[in-house]
């Protein structure tokens, strides 16, 4: 069943497009991925969903409520934890968790018993009773996931969740995730690191330039990669002329300059690596390590936008903000 539809979605800033005719659907109970590099298009699309910026064409439906012309009519279906906290820095962790339920009409009661087990589940316990503005990065994003579900959305909203936290942080956050969805929530995720989307997503849509450009489950998009064979051989010298005559003596094998002194071999059918091995030594050049590589949803993702993964996640962190 169709929890959320968008069809054509459309917005530009100034004459720059930042979304551009995106449509796609996410099922009831399902982790929908939303990958890009910087600047494709990923905040805007989230913000039109939730309501904080009204799209120059399209619809979007949420719960089979239309939102289009009245982006507030689905807000007490949604949750949502924006990339950069917009919680309360004066405020303690249980006060601003309060507050919150609050505005989703929470009686006094009920917001101080959902805040006080949210803080328990979260490891926040003994931080709410302290400021917000004191936490550290990691527990900062926590709470304001915490805040994002006190009033039990059916649908949460993620833009970027563990950007810049440190790793038990980053584990726990998605383990509560994963364990919000088993419990029949819906999330649309936005995020750069590549591995938390294919540990957690169930489809994944790419977004470029702001298109969408492909949409599918993790299993269908690795799977064609990992009917390859490939090899990553650690070479003393990788000049522009060795593959060509790699190319020449290999024509079955194709080889790519992953980096430099590493070399990338891919075949249909196991790759006699002895055989490779001896040419190479032949040419005067060294083999220092050899290894099989089991292909991922990065190289999918660098194939479709020819963009590498750690240049993204640097200038992502450098900036500490949205896209």
């Given at each position: 069943?169709?929890?959320?539809?968008?069809?054509?979605?459309?917005?530009?800033?100034?004459?720059?497009?930042?979304?551009?005719?995106?449509s796609?659907?996410?099922?009831?109970?399902?982790?929908?991925?939303f990958?890009?590099p910087?600047?494709?298009g990923?905040?805007t699309t989230?913000?039109?969903?939730?309501?904080?910026?009204?799209?120059?064409?399209?619809?979007?439906?949420?719960?089979g409520?239309?939102c289009?012309?009245?982006?507030?009519a689905?807000?007490?279906?949604?949750?949502?934890?924006?990339d950069?906290?917009?919680?309360?820095?004066e405020?303690t962790g249980?006060?601003?968790?309060?507050?919150?339920?609050?505005?989703?009409?929470?009686?006094?009661q009920?917001?101080?018993?959902?805040?006080?087990?949210?803080?328990?589940?979260?490891?926040l316990?003994?931080?709410?009773?302290?400021?917000?503005?004191?936490?550290?990065?990691?527990?900062?994003?926590?709470?304001?996931?915490?805040?994002?579900?006190?009033?039990?959305?059916p649908?949460?909203?993620?833009?970027?969740p563990?950007?810049?936290?440190?790793?038990?942080s980053?584990?726990?956050?998605r383990q509560?995730?994963?364990?919000?969805?088993?419990?029949?929530?819906?999330i649309?995720l936005?995020?750069?690191?590549?591995?938390?989307?294919?540990?957690?997503?169930?489809?994944?849509a790419?977004?470029?330039d702001?298109?969408?450009?492909?949409?599918?489950?993790?299993?269908?998009?690795i799977?064609?990669?990992?009917e390859?064979?490939?090899?990553e051989?650690?070479?003393?010298?990788?000049?522009?002329?060795?593959?060509?005559?790699?190319?020449?003596?290999?024509p079955?094998?194709?080889?790519?300059?992953?980096?430099?002194?590493?070399?990338?071999?891919?075949?249909?059918?196991?790759?006699?690596?002895?055989t490779?091995?001896?040419?190479?030594?032949?040419?005067?050049?060294?083999v220092?390590?050899a290894?099989?590589?089991?292909?991922?949803?990065?190289d999918?993702?660098?194939?479709?936008?020819?963009?590498?993964?750690?240049?993204?996640?640097?200038?992502?962190?450098?900036?500490g903000?949205?896209v």
């Amino acid at each position: 069943m169709a929890f959320l539809e968008v069809d054509q979605l459309s917005k530009t800033y100034e004459k720059i497009i930042a979304v551009d005719g995106a449509s796609f659907t996410i099922h009831e109970g399902e982790i929908f991925g939303f990958l890009g590099p910087n600047g494709a298009g990923k905040t805007t699309t989230i913000n039109m969903l939730i309501g904080l910026a009204r799209p120059d064409k399209g619809s979007i439906r949420i719960g089979g409520i239309d939102c289009t012309g009245n982006p507030k009519a689905a807000q007490h279906l949604i949750g949502v934890v924006p990339d950069e906290s917009n919680l309360y820095p004066e405020l303690t962790g249980f006060d601003n968790l309060c507050f919150c339920a609050a505005l989703y009409g929470m009686r006094k009661q009920e917001r101080e018993t959902c805040a006080h087990e949210l803080l328990e589940t979260f490891g926040l316990t003994d931080a709410g009773r302290r400021k917000f503005g004191g936490f550290s990065k990691g527990m900062k994003r926590k709470l304001t996931i915490a805040a994002g579900i006190i009033h039990n959305p059916p649908i949460l909203f993620l833009d970027e969740p563990t950007t810049g936290i440190d790793v038990a942080s980053a584990r726990q956050i998605r383990q509560i995730l994963t364990e919000l969805n088993n419990s029949g929530t819906t999330i649309f995720l936005t995020t750069h690191y590549i591995e938390e989307a294919e540990r957690l997503c169930h489809r994944i849509a790419f977004i470029v330039d702001g298109q969408i450009v492909r949409i599918d489950t993790v299993d269908s998009l690795i799977q064609p990669l990992q009917e390859k064979h490939v090899l990553e051989l650690a070479v003393s010298n990788s000049e522009p002329a060795l593959y060509d005559n790699l190319a020449t003596a290999f024509p079955h094998l194709t080889f790519e300059g992953f980096s430099q002194g590493l070399i990338r071999v891919e075949a249909d059918k196991p790759v006699h690596i002895g055989t490779l091995i001896h040419f190479l030594e032949d040419q005067g050049i060294e083999v220092s390590e050899a290894r099989k590589v089991r292909r991922s949803l990065e190289d999918i993702f660098v194939q479709i936008t020819s963009i590498e993964i750690d240049s993204m996640r640097k200038e992502k962190e450098k900036k500490g903000g949205g896209v």
